[in-house]
């Protein structure tokens, strides 16, 4: 059974998120997420999804026991995280510019 309260604590620690930044950028209540942290509250699959999304992480991969099946490497993973949190616009040039630089 997955710890959810401590795997997002440390998850959202690891991402250097406050817990008021991350209620800023996910527009979920500090409360809420404190809630969430010490195992008060249990999220729906909705809040959890906004709170990853802003931490750069998918449900999958939050709820996935086994980083070593999603991430061939740690360079492929912290590229993946790291463009996720982006907006689309500068997501896509990013792409972009690895496709031209593969050729």
């Known amino acids: 059974m997955i710890d959810i309260p401590n795997r997002f604590r440390k998850l959202r620690s690891a991402r250097g998120f406050s817990v008021y930044r991350l209620a800023r950028e996910s527009d979920v209540s500090e409360n809420y997420i404190h809630k969430i942290e010490r195992g008060e509250n249990q999220p729906s699959v909705y809040i959890l999804e906004k709170l990853l999304t802003c931490l750069g992480v998918t449900l999958p991969e939050f709820l ?38 593969g050729k």
């Open 64 to 101: 996935n026991e086994s980083t070593e099946i999603m991430y061939p490497s740690d360079f492929e993973r912290e590229l993946i995280e790291s463009v996720r949190t982006l907006p689309a616009e500068k997501a896509s040039a990013i792409l972009h510019i690895a496709k031209l630089i």
